[in-house]
């Protein structure tokens, strides 16, 4: 496999740098809206290297961060039903949730299995047909064509006890609704590449038409991210808005049409409760009637208790660019990836856990 | 004999000795050959003694086994301190079920791996468990080994000035190990690095006496093992992100995991923290030996930011170099 030395190439990155610093003259405030941007950035100090006047901020674009604590109750909840396995991703077992996470419960003695994909959970489903398995379906528009399949191929091969929670997100409508706040004053967004690699990057036209503000998806390599710097840079000091992808080699302006099929398929839009944001109309994917056989909502009748908010924990102003992890009183204190307090502590691509281990120009 | 391993295989008796009898060919050497509760030997100097348990899904793995793992493991854990590792044990705890098969060919790795470091297995056990109870097959080695006079290593040795040296390419082993993980199989071309070092530190310690800091960086990868020098040193260290070696390979499946190389367990690499003055000379001495001839000073220890690592990047800036935090997971989005 080649195409990561050519994205890291120094001579080339030092060009880029200097087209940056030779046209960037107005402030340029970007958002990337990825994790995996952040981390990308701050593992290869790309913020250092910048001009004064561009200015990057962190968005929302984390699956488990922005995961509710509702939701993480309710996920817990169904673990500690009888002849249930909950599978999921890895760092969700460490979040915390109202009163427990699910890393506690199986302490206490829950099924809870870490998968890496929505195939693993389907194969324990297979071995273990007198159990329920649940997997925790959480991610954006990367991860659900995946989880949309696996539910296809249960039905297929008529597996009866495989049911997923669809805490699914969509991105667009979180970006409209982040601008909407009118919280952050963005010149630019750093566009997430895996996401638009499914949906392309005609979904982001909103932005530029009615927000004027300069869009460009990016790649998770160096090169990418300055190269989209570089073109959000020239769109801002051109004042001509607009959508650009400066990650050919991943995405198409309609994106992957047989994904997206998929998605379509089994999940329709709804709302979500994203942390630090709440209920944002249109921001989710809910299972279809259709496949209500496999919605663990549905099927499952919990009691997941009030929700609380961990005490003094800013993730949400995190999540939505207003405040950085420098800001949170508990951020290195209380709050360390060993003993997270809120989500972005726990997610490898969190902002919080991102400041923690790469530091930035304060240090840690 | 039977295929799989049994229950009473464990058990003390007849099946339990014709098991053991037939290890003894590929292991055997005096003091193992009397078959006491304890080998005994002679042995003068300053000692050195380590154990380790060896654990990997899945046991076989390019370039290796849990048997080569064991061996080299251990060795490697005595030369860190710059021994010259002489004897070791060999414990299995093996389930029910296993091929015998799998053990032939592991006990094969073990007695090549031995031969190779010039160690002897002197003193073993087998224990046999239930189905469920193991998985597949633990291994536990212990070993001893003898420190020459005037050599004093310690990760709590490094000082300003130091230059780092790392003896190749990292990442090679926690990757093809996990290219063969059930759930998460792909296709890569790097075999593990799974090596006995003890013949390379012999070399290094021969070209100079001022090596300070000696650690094969494993599980935590190179990143831990840096941050471990500077930690115990109360030193900070700075490292060079371009000289850092990786196969692109390791680099192309770290990329799609989303993990960090710098992260990832190595089983044949060593860094050390030496005089700067002598850096030139056990360079040299790395290079002409099989496993340092990707050997490379990949940065320095400074009297700046002690206990902290820091990595300037191939584009000019810098960063903090953590310790990791649980288990390496493979990116969701």
Not at chain 1, 311 to 327: E, M, N
Not at chain 2, 113 to 123: R, S
Not at chain 2, 238 to 253: G, N, Q
Request: with cysteine; glycine share 10%; proline share 6%.
């Amino acid at each position: 496999m080649k195409f990561v030395e050519e994205y890291r190439d120094p001579q080339l990155g030092k060009k880029l740098l200097g087209r940056i610093h030779k046209r960037s003259r107005k402030p340029a405030r970007l958002m990337e809206f990825c994790g995996g941007h952040t981390v990308a950035i701050f593992k290869h100090g790309l913020r250092q290297l910048l001009p004064d006047n561009v200015e990057m901020l962190s968005g929302p674009g984390c699956p488990v961060c922005v995961t509710a604590s509702a939701d993480l109750d309710r996920a817990i909840a169904l673990g500690s039903l009888p002849d249930v396995i909950i599978t999921s991703f890895g760092d969700m077992v460490r979040v915390p949730g109202s009163r427990s996470s699910l890393q506690k419960a199986k302490a206490e003695g829950a099924d809870i299995r870490i998968v890496y994909s929505a195939q693993d959970a389907l194969a324990i489903a297979r071995d273990n047909p007198d159990k329920s398995i649940i997997f925790i379906g959480i991610g954006f528009e990367t991860t659900a064509p995946t989880i949309a399949a696996s539910i296809l191929q249960a039905e297929q091969e008529k597996i009866n006890n495989y049911y997923v929670l669809s805490l699914h997100k969509v991105c667009p409508p979180i970006m409209k609704a982040i601008l909407d706040l009118g919280e952050v004053n963005l010149g630019g967004i750093i566009c997430p590449g895996h996401v638009s690699a499914i949906i392309g990057s005609h979904p982001y036209q909103f932005i530029a038409d009615d927000y004027g503000i300069a869009c460009a998806v990016s790649g998770f390599e160096p090169l990418d991210i300055l190269l989209a710097v570089d073109r959000l840079v020239e769109q801002i000091e051109s004042g001509q808005p607009k959508v650009e992808i400066a990650y050919r080699r991943g995405v198409k302006p309609e994106g992957n049409q047989p994904a997206l099929r998929l998605m379509e398929t089994v999940f329709e839009i709804g709302k979500a409760n994203w942390r630090g944001i709440g209920i944002v109309p249109a921001s989710g994917l809910q299972i279809k009637a259709k496949y209500e056989r496999f919605d663990a909502l549905k099927n499952f009748k919990i009691d997941p208790g009030p929700t609380l908010e961990p005490k003094g924990c800013i993730c949400g102003s995190i999540l939505r660019g207003v405040s950085t992890p420098r800001d949170c009183r508990l951020f290195g204190e209380t709050c360390t990836p060993e003993h997270p307090v809120g989500p972005c502590m726990v997610s490898s691509e969190g902002s919080c856990a991102t400041y923690y281990h790469y530091g930035d120009s304060h240090g840690r | 004999m039977e295929d799989k391993i049994l229950l009473a295989h464990g058990s003390g008796g007849k099946l339990s000795q014709d098991l053991i009898q037939s290890f003894l060919p590929d292991l055997t050497n005096p003091i193992l050959d009397k078959l006491d509760d304890s080998a005994v030997f002679d042995i003068s100097g300053r000692l050195a003694f380590t154990t380790d348990s060896y654990t990997v899904n899945p046991i076989f793995f390019p370039g290796g086994d849990i048997g080569k793992l064991a061996v080299c493991g251990t060795v490697n854990d005595l030369c860190m301190s710059g021994a010259r590792p002489l004897y070791l044990s060999l414990s299995f705890i093996i389930e029910e079920g296993l091929p015998v098969a799998d053990l032939k060919k592991i006990l094969t790795s073990i007695k090549q791996a031995a031969e190779e470091a010039g160690v002897k297995i002197v003193t073993g056990d087998t224990k046999v468990v239930d189905q469920g109870s193991a998985d597949k097959l633990f291994i536990n080695t212990a070993g001893v080994g003898i420190v020459p006079e005037g050599v004093d290593i310690s990760a709590a040795n490094a000082r300003p000035g130091d230059k780092i040296i790392l003896n190749g390419n990292i990442g090679d082993h926690g990757i093809a190990v996990l290219s063969q993980r059930e759930g998460l199989k792909f296709h890569t071309p790097v075999p593990s690095d799974c090596a006995p070092l003890n013949g390379l530190v012999a070399d290094m310690l021969a070209a100079s006496a001022n090596i300070h800091c000696l650690r094969d960086p494993t599980r935590g990868g190179l990143a831990t093992t840096l941050n471990d020098f500077a930690g115990q040193s109360k030193a900070g260290i700075i490292i060079e992100e371009d000289k850092i070696p990786a196969d692109k390979a390791v680099l192309a499946a770290c990329e799609f995991l989303g993990f960090d190389p710098l992260y990832i367990a190595n089983e044949g690499k060593l860094a050390a923290a030496v005089a700067p003055r002598d850096a030139g000379a056990i360079l040299a001495a790395m290079k002409r030996n099989r496993y340092g001839v990707g050997a490379v000073i990949i940065g320095e220890v400074v009297a700046e930011h002690p206990g902290q690592v820091v990595m300037n990047t191939s584009l000019g800036a810098s960063r903090i170099v953590d310790i990791p935090v649980g288990e390496l997971l493979p990116r969701i989005c």
